[in-house]
T-cell receptor
């Protein structure tokens, strides 16, 4: 199994509070991704990173920011959480941006915003 | 328009039977990859199989095979000899060069239920 961990695994927070989710990998892969999973939508890309300090937006990036100061860590921050950000968040890694290269997923973080 | 379409919200099969999960895709990029992931009730995303757009032969991994019909833009997953442990949500996904970060684009999933 690819070495990907996410923390926390579960979090309940209140509207308006900041939240940071962490993704840690031991595979030294260059590409890292944050997705959210909601019923009826599959997984959708929030942000991705193609190297240390190199990040870009995905399909559903509003209300989220990311940072990557080390190869192994990719942080997702909700500056002011809203109920619409209640979701399951998955981190994924990929060795190359090659369309034929698989992505491996972390275990997910279930976030509830009350 | 959806890039990945999975038209079967739920499928039911008995143990030891084969089952096909449908997936159609839409892309104008000549270079792309098609992937299937399994998500059991525990929630993790498990990579199963992939097919490259230039591959001439259908991909196989154990009991999983991918029925790739490029002209029809379909990439159906075939599970032979279903087992109770195959009960899960299955997602079809695509990576293409033109997509931001070549991130995966997912379908909405198909729930497979295997009964004894």
């Amino acid at each position: 199994d690819a070495g990907i961990t996410q923390s926390p695994r579960h979090k309940v927070t209140e509207t308006g509070t900041p939240v940071t989710l962490r993704c840690h990998q031991t595979e030294n892969h260059r590409y890292m991704y944050w997705y959210r999973q909601d019923p009826g939508h599959g997984l959708r890309l929030i942000h991705y990173s193609y190297g240390v300090k190199d990040t870009d937006k995905g399909e559903v990036s509003d209300g989220y920011s990311v940072s990557r100061s080390k190869t192994e860590d990719f942080l997702l921050t909700l500056e002011s959480a809203t109920s619409s950000q209640t979701s399951v968040y998955f981190c994924a890694i990929s060795e190359r941006p090659d369309p034929l290269n698989e992505q491996f997923f972390g275990p997910g973080t279930r976030l509830t915003v009350l | 328009a959806q890039k990945i379409t999975q038209t079967q919200p739920g499928m039911f099969v008995q143990e030891k039977e084969a089952v096909t999960l449908d997936c159609t895709y839409d892309t104008s990029d000549p270079s792309y990859g098609l992937f299937w992931y399994k998500q059991p009730s525990s929630g993790e995303m498990i990579f199963l199989i992939y097919q490259g757009s230039y591959d001439q032969q259908n991909a196989t991994e154990g009991r999983y095979s991918l029925n790739f019909q490029k002209a029809r833009k379909s990439a159906n997953l075939v599970i032979s000899a279903s087992q109770l442990g195959d009960s899960a949500m299955y997602f079809c996904a695509m990576r293409e060069l033109n997509q931001a970060g070549t991130a995966l684009i997912f379908g909405k999933g198909t729930t497979l239920s295997v009964s004894s």
